[in-house]
């Protein structure tokens, strides 16, 4: 039994070093401009949903979805996440195909995860990946007004709406689930 337990020990070590080996060597490869594998990608999504269940807080938005909120979440996306996620004239960001993991286009494709889970990606940053924690850099209520307008994007009340598309010129998302939907 010693012995088994000292072979697996032993295995484990020497794949260890073997890995770090290739890796000091230059085997690993380390492009960014090619789509991730199916597989990789699907491990990675599962990883980062199940450790943000595990570390994330379950806290309520502090911050109530009033109209201005909702306007104030639009502006802070905008200045800092439309570049990587997609802006409000619903167009893919061209900067985002060369990521690797590339960004979700979350303004077309909103996450419909619970906010305090949303709050957590946001405050702390997925690494490995080009997606900053934003709480050096933005305040508190700024994450959670971005937080409130990200989530509700599919149902934003009508002056964020009518804001929406007077600085756009495009309708959101919310106004085009009552008509027709020409983006899918
Ligand atoms: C420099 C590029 C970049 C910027 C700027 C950026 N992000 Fe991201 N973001 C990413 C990348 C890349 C990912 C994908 C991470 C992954 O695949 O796990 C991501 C993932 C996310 C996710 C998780 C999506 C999901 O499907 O779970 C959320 C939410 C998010 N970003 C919100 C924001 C917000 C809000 C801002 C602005 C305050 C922002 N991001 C700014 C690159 C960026």
Redesign the pocket.
């Given at each position: 039994m010693r012995n088994f337990v000292l072979g697996i020990v032993i295995t484990i070590v020497v794949l260890v070093i073997g890995g770090a080996g290739l890796a000091l060597l230059g085997f690993m490869p380390t492009r960014a401009n090619t789509p991730p594998p199916d597989m990789e990608?699907h491990l990675?999504?599962s990883a980062?949903?199940n450790s943000?269940e595990r570390h994330a807080p379950r806290i309520n938005n502090p911050v109530p979805p009033t109209d201005d909120n909702l306007i104030e979440g639009l502006k802070?996306?905008t200045?800092?996440?439309?570049?990587?996620?997609g802006g409000i004239d619903r167009q893919p960001?061209t900067?985002?195909k060369s990521?690797?993991?590339?960004?979700?286009t979350?303004i077309l494709?909103p996450?419909d995860?619970e906010e305090w889970?949303?709050f957590y990606?946001?405050r702390t940053?997925?690494r490995?990946?080009?997606?900053?924690a934003?709480d050096k850099?933005?305040s508190e209520p700024?994450?959670w007004k971005?937080?409130a307008f990200?989530t509700r994007i599919e149902k934003l009340p009508p002056a964020v709406q009518e804001y929406w598309k007077k600085s756009s010129g495009v309708t959101s998302p919310t106004g085009e689930q009552a008509g027709h939907d020409e983006h899918k």
């Open positions: 990608r990675a999504m980062l949903d943000v802070i996306y200045m800092n996440c439309a570049l990587c996620h960001s900067l985002g990521f690797y993991p590339p960004p979700p979350l494709h996450p995860d889970h949303v990606v946001i940053g997925v490995y990946t080009g997606m900053p934003w850099a933005l700024d994450m971005v937080t990200l």
